[in-house]
């Protein structure tokens, strides 16, 4: 039953505005075609397909695959804390447990695109620091600076990776770490578990909630139904950008299974992700993924009060609206993430709600592109 308090969406105005934007965007050629997925209380109540899945001009299938870029994180914070609720790690504790090379990382100055200054790091970093960005761990201005570990696999990717400085001193700042330190808490879920991260991530995550689609290496036949990746000339004139067979996000190799980027999927084996989390952990189907207390520490501000982040907040792989002034509707307590290729999710516990939205484009991707902050405005608007 839906909650008395909750509010509920005007499925009809919603429509209309997700359609008159959709054509916008498509008119306007800033996308070839976008998918969206809403569930209210656990239920369907809108799904829908926009324009192409490429140049030739198929009109855009339900459920084709999806890159998911940063969409990865969350799923791989799951995965840890799946690892806490049962007793197996504390995501409190020093991630140098797993990796005691940890224990002798330098913070750097960086000064005109040069290391200048190499001081050890004071504080350990945590394992909860790894998926909310203040590790300091894969991030500017050092990773420009470092050589990089795309081709290599998980395990050695993370060795190269420890040998690397910081970019600051742990928890007294944030900066956003693509992929490297979501690849160290990988590392810690094989250790942990005694299995490949992918391998984890099949029994414990995508095949509970019933995600066959979510991997970090496509078959054959999962590229073919892979969307393509839209791209427009500053002349307007549209292609498709080119994507080597041998790759899912930039130049990333499937074997390196980039946590913080490297997986694709669909908008249904998404929805099935983001409902658990709506639903406090609990799938669609009943398996229990995660305890309610563990999304509530997902969901929940996992920097220092002293960092300023504005109208939100980093919780553990997703970012959570911690102000009512947030400019695009959102209420506080929501919370998801987006991905570099046009991937959007959030999920409004107040309103039992989960939004994903699929698109994929080598522009306009990312946290907060025009595609995304348009939706949230819609759905926003349609809460009675």
Not at 14 to 40: C, F, P, Y
Not at 162 to 177: D, I, V
Request: with cysteine.
């Amino acid at each position: 039953m839906i909650d008395p308090v909750m509010k509920k969406l005007d499925i009809e105005k919603l429509s209309v505005l997700l359609r008159e934007h959709a054509e916008t965007e498509l008119n306007d050629r800033k996308i070839r075609g976008k998918e969206i997925v809403i569930h209210q209380n656990g239920a369907p109540v809108y799904h829908e397909t926009f324009g192409s899945s490429c140049a030739d001009g198929n009109l855009l299938e339900k459920n084709r695959i999806y890159r998911l870029a940063s969409m990865t994180k969350p799923i791989t914070a799951t995965a840890v804390l799946q690892l806490a609720d049962r007793g197996l790690l504390d995501i409190d504790g020093p991630a140098s447990k797993y990796f005691p090379q940890m224990k002798e990382l330098k913070a750097a100055t960086v000064k005109d695109g040069k290391i200048v200054k190499l001081v050890p790091a004071k504080n350990e970093i945590r394992i909860c620091d790894l998926l909310s960005h203040t590790s300091g761990i894969g991030c500017s201005p050092v990773f420009e600076l470092m050589s990089s570990t795309s081709k290599l696999p998980l395990d050695e990717a993370i060795r190269e990776i420890l040998r690397q400085p910081l970019s600051f001193e742990p928890r007294t700042s944030q900066m956003y770490s693509p992929t490297d330190a979501f690849d160290v808490a990988a590392g810690i879920v094989e250790l942990v578990s005694g299995m490949s991260f992918d391998e984890y991530l099949k029994k414990n995550i995508f095949e509970p909630l019933e995600m066959p689609d979510t991997t970090f290496d496509p078959t054959a036949e999962q590229r073919r139904r892979t969307v393509a990746l839209f791209g427009c000339t500053p002349e307007g004139e549209c292609f498709d950008a080119p994507m080597s067979e041998e790759f899912v996000f930039a130049d990333y190799l499937p074997r390196r299974m980039a946590a913080g980027a490297g997986l694709i999927s669909t908008a249904r084996d998404y929805m099935h992700f983001a409902d658990m989390l709506c639903s406090g952990g609990t799938a669609f189907n009943g398996a229990r993924i995660l305890s309610p207390e563990a999304v509530k520490r997902m969901s929940s501000s996992n920097i220092p009060e002293n960092i300023d982040m504005g109208y939100e907040r980093w919780g553990l792989g997703v970012r959570v609206i911690f102000s009512p002034k947030y400019p695009y509707g959102l209420g506080v307590g929501c919370f998801g993430w987006s991905g570099a290729y046009g991937t959007h999710f959030w999920v409004d516990p107040a309103n039992c709600l989960a939004v994903v939205m699929m698109k994929n484009g080598i522009y306009d991707g990312g946290a907060g592109n025009n595609s995304a902050t348009a939706l949230e405005r819609d759905v926003s608007a349609c809460l009675i």
